[in-house]
């Protein structure tokens, strides 16, 4: 309060400094899917009451998730579905003690990555 010079400190020096780290990038990503796959539920949602509702607004839900754009959607929302899975397995591994050096954890981070690559990848081929 009383602090005269507090105009002339950066409010945030750490910020010129820091370092992205694997482990704090992917956590954010498994919020990011998070939340991007509570957007998918409502257009599956929205897909099936347009079902149930009529032909009509069942071609426009259809039309629109089957549109190139509704593709897009689909594919980046399965690849957030293995993606998000594997970061709750990996938040299991870690809950039990182990994995937990630094070393492991960003292992563990970047084999979420292509894993969940690979399964999306499987999941278009097979599906």
Do not use: C
């Not at 257009?43 to 190139?68: K, M, N």
């Amino acid at each position: 309060m009383s602090d005269v010079n507090r105009g002339n400190r950066p409010l945030s020096p750490h910020l010129t400094i820091y370092r992205p780290q694997w482990t704090s990038i992917t956590s954010i990503l498994v919020r990011i899917t998070g939340n991007a796959l509570l957007i998918t539920g409502l257009l599956i949602v929205w897909w099936f009451v347009a079902a149930a509702t009529g032909p009509e607004a069942f071609a426009v839900a259809d039309g629109f998730l089957t549109s190139w754009f509704g593709d897009l959607v689909m594919t980046l929302s399965v690849l957030g579905l293995w993606y998000h899975l594997l970061g709750g397995l990996r938040h299991l591994v870690w809950d039990s003690g182990r994995m937990l050096d630094v070393e492991k954890s960003e292992l563990a981070g970047q084999m979420m990555i292509v894993l969940s690559v690979l399964l999306t990848i499987f999941t278009i081929i097979v599906v």
